[in-house]
């Protein structure tokens, strides 16, 4: 049952209390280092927040989120990033995932990345970003298409990296945060550091529940929903624990081994128009183990050349039970029952040796991911077993020409097999190749322009080829590689308090791997290729900072995506909305901080088998308002340093957003939380 007025009460109070407290006239409690990494800016040290949308770089395809970003979003997981990633959403697909879509791609075209470790998960070429803890993240870069040829295969609309906080200097310090909120929202985390001379260690816990989120008022579900708007089956508990340990020594390297684990189970919400074909779905267990090792090293004399080395291992179990109805009572589990389990083993490594030139640098990198996935459709049934083996080579050169002119270029191929197929007909290995092509010029600081061309492969998901998805879906194991064609032209101009970034693309798309209904009468889908599919669009990223306490900012993206159908780009294609748009205003004083966030979706059309004609159904543009209040305080004598309480309030006006046909985003949420630090830095 909702209670936002006693939710609301609540945080107010503690707002108030924290008022109370002596506090910095301008909410910074903290010193903000800046170091380079990438061409970007980020920030590293974790401040007291309040909210920004500036990309920090001279790429407008690139953007970095930094440590102000990270705290003022609140996040919960990894799926709360996409509002302050341009052309980036979430979405909440109908076996309850939520997944990245950037551009209006597939949501398999983007590659996530933890500390060098690969995120999604080989089986589905895809991860479930609300299952991504993100505690211990310091900062995150996102690339939207394709930003070079080393970035491997199958990120044909961009990459998303999460990376741990590092401290600046020696010392120790510990954050306790809690957030609660409407549904009995109740989460806790904890996370410490040190570093002492050549070494760091970070640790970090989380644990979070919630009995599920509610629904706006007006939404009027046909079916599977009841009369509580608290919507059906949509609960989740999870753990996670990060563990990372590094070392730098005195010639430069550097080396990390980095754990993150996680347990937790939730429901599916099902779909509200399907009736009693929907997905009565739940996971009663999604454990994740990860173990990432890196080296960078400088070689050679005069530190001319580098070696990076990245290795990881994966292991993941999921489970899946489906239910006959609404009431999840029924059938009994027994043998024989639908029940999915998955095992998944992946062993990923990846190296990259650099020679730096007097004017660039010229890169060559090879790399591997193997995966076995173990798969049982049935309670106490037996298991198939399928394999994949990706692989890649490229080089690429990186070279200032002079004159305020840069390039980079380089090619590579790929590679893809699949030793293992269960029952179903065994696959030749195919490989692609894989090119990239950028030139910039820099006509002074406030303006540079950049075009590119990218050509890259991805090959299909196991899961696409070979599972049924609990009888949802017919394999299709002769799915072939989609090959896009990707040009990007852009430019970023700066001057005083403004920022801007403009970036038109054009993408084409040959052999597109869709799911569509088989109209068949069962509500099944499959997946095909297509012959292409085109995809043009705009985005606009701004920053404005009329004063000290005020920014202004936001981005906003055009897309047009179609499929060629009977000799001409007309046809409509699944879940591309024809703009993603967001918009942020922040301020800051005396301590406070307000941010007030605007997001909206174009109209787009999505999946629905219960359509005659071709399956798609169009859903109308829809869009929310969020706010947030924050106070932030410094601490006296004693181990409290600084701390701050947050109020914020999700979809305010209660809207209907709509992630797919019949699945219902939240409705009018509450939350209120703080952040304690402890911190004791060695003096100099």
């Known amino acids: 049952m909702r209670r936002p007025a006693r939710i609301l009460t609540a945080c107010l109070l503690s707002l108030a209390s924290v008022a109370t407290a002596e506090s910095p006239g301008d909410g910074t409690t903290a010193e903000q280092r800046i170091v380079g990494a990438d061409t970007l800016w980020v920030i590293t040290e974790p401040v007291v927040v309040y909210g920004s949308t500036t990309s920090g770089t001279t790429d407008p395809a690139a953007s970095s989120v930094d440590a102000i970003v990270l705290g003022a979003q609140d996040l919960h997981a990894a799926a709360d990033l996409a509002p302050v990633l341009p052309a980036t959403r979430t979405v909440v697909n109908s076996r309850g995932e939520s997944v990245f879509m950037v551009r209006g791609a597939s949501e398999r075209h983007i590659r996530l990345w933890l500390d060098g470790i690969p995120l999604n998960v080989p089986w589905d070429e895809r991860v479930d970003a609300g299952l991504v803890p993100v505690d211990a993240i310091g900062s995150v870069r996102g690339v939207r298409g394709v930003g070079s040829v080393l970035e491997g295969p199958n990120a044909l609309a961009g990459t998303i990296e999460l990376r741990p906080q590092t401290m600046p200097s020696d010392g120790a310090r510990t954050r306790l945060g809690v957030q609660f909120g409407e549904s009995v929202l109740r989460e806790g985390r904890l996370l410490h550091q040190r570093r002492q001379g050549a070494w760091e260690v970070l640790a970090a816990g989380s644990w979070r529940a919630q009995d599920g989120y509610v629904v706006p008022a007006g939404l009027d579900a046909p079916v599977n929903q009841g009369p509580s708007r608290q919507r059906l089956n949509s609960d989740l508990e999870q753990a996670a624990l990060l563990l990372r340990l590094q070392h730098r020594n005195a010639s430069g390297a550097t080396w990390h081994f980095t754990w993150l684990s996680s347990d937790g189970e939730k429901g599916v919400p099902p779909e509200t128009h399907l009736g009693a074909d929907a997905r009565f779905w739940r996971y009663p267990s999604v454990r994740r183990g990860l173990l990432g090792a890196g080296l960078r090293t400088p070689l050679g004399g005069g530190h001319a050349w580098e070696l990076v080395v990245d290795a990881a291992a994966d292991l993941f179990h999921q489970e899946i039970r489906s239910f006959d109805d609404a009431s999840y009572t029924t059938p009994a589990l027994a043998p024989g029952v639908g029940y999915e389990t998955d095992d998944d083993r992946t062993g990923f490594a990846r190296a990259r040796a650099t020679r730096y030139l007097e004017r660039g640098s010229v890169a060559v990198q090879a790399s591997a991911r193997y995966a076995r996935h173990r798969e049982s459709l049935q309670f106490a049934g037996p298991e198939l077993t399928y394999a994949q083996f990706i692989g890649a080579a490229a080089a690429e050169a990186d070279l200032d020409l002079g004159g305020?002119?840069?390039?980079?270029?380089?090619?590579?191929?790929?590679?893809?097999?699949?030793?293992?197929?269960?029952?179903?007909?065994?696959?030749?290995?195919?490989?692609?190749?894989?090119?990239?092509?950028?030139?910039?010029?820099?006509?002074?600081?406030?303006?540079?322009?950049?075009?590119?061309?990218?050509?890259?492969?991805?090959?299909?998901?196991?899961?696409?080829?070979?599972?049924?998805?609990?009888?949802?879906?017919?394999?299709?194991?002769?799915?072939?590689?989609?090959?896009?064609?990707?040009?990007?032209?852009?430019?970023?101009?700066?001057?005083?308090?403004?920022?801007?970034?403009?970036?038109?693309?054009?993408?084409?798309?040959?052999?597109?791997?869709?799911?569509?209904?088989?109209?068949?009468?069962?509500?099944?889908?499959?997946?095909?290729?297509?012959?292409?599919?085109?995809?043009?669009?705009?985005?606009?990223?701004?920053?404005?900072?009329?004063?000290?306490?005020?920014?202004?900012?936001?981005?906003?993206?055009?897309?047009?995506?179609?499929?060629?159908?009977?000799?001409?780009?007309?046809?409509?294609?699944?879940?591309?909305?024809?703009?993603?748009?967001?918009?942020?205003?922040?301020?800051?004083?005396?301590?406070?901080?307000?941010?007030?966030?605007?997001?909206?979706?174009?109209?787009?059309?999505?999946?629905?088998?219960?359509?005659?004609?071709?399956?798609?159904?169009?859903?109308?543009?829809?869009?929310?308002?969020?706010?947030?209040?924050?106070?932030?305080?410094?601490?006296?004598?004693?181990?409290?340093?600084?701390?701050?309480?947050?109020?914020?309030?999700?979809?305010?006006?209660?809207?209907?957003?709509?992630?797919?046909?019949?699945?219902?985003?939240?409705?009018?949420?509450?939350?209120?939380?703080?952040?304690?630090?402890?911190?004791?830095?060695?003096?100099?």
């Open 404 to 684: 305020g002119w840069s390039t980079r270029a380089g090619g590579g191929w790929d590679l893809a097999s699949t030793p293992e197929s269960g029952d179903k007909p065994a696959r030749d290995a195919t490989g692609a190749a894989a090119a990239f092509a950028r030139l910039e010029r820099r006509l002074g600081e406030p303006l540079t322009l950049h075009a590119s061309y990218a050509r890259r492969s991805r090959f299909p998901a196991l899961r696409e080829l070979y599972s049924g998805a609990l009888g949802r879906f017919v394999p299709n194991p002769g799915l072939a590689p989609e090959v896009q064609d990707l040009w990007d032209l852009g430019a970023v101009a700066r001057r005083g308090a403004w920022e801007l970034g403009l970036t038109g693309f054009a993408s084409y798309l040959d052999g597109a791997i869709e799911r569509t209904g088989l109209g068949d009468g069962t509500n099944r889908f499959q997946r095909v290729n297509l012959d292409a599919v085109r995809t043009l669009g705009v985005e606009a990223v701004a920053t404005w900072r009329p004063s000290a306490a005020w920014e202004i900012g936001g981005h906003h993206s055009v897309i047009e995506a179609r499929r060629l159908a009977d000799g001409r780009y007309d046809g409509a294609v699944e879940d591309r909305p024809s703009y993603v748009s967001f918009l942020s205003v922040a301020w800051r004083s005396g301590g406070w901080q307000a941010t007030a966030e605007g997001m909206a979706l174009g109209p787009r059309m999505s999946a629905d088998v219960t359509d005659a004609g071709d399956g798609l159904k169009r859903l109308p543009a829809q869009g929310t308002v969020n706010l947030r209040l924050a106070r932030a305080v410094t601490g006296g004598m004693g181990p409290l340093s600084r701390g701050a309480v947050h109020l914020r309030v999700d979809n305010v006006f209660d809207a209907l957003v709509e992630s797919q046909t019949g699945l219902p985003l939240a409705g009018r949420t509450v939350v209120c939380g703080f952040e304690a630090w402890f911190e004791a830095w060695t003096s100099d």
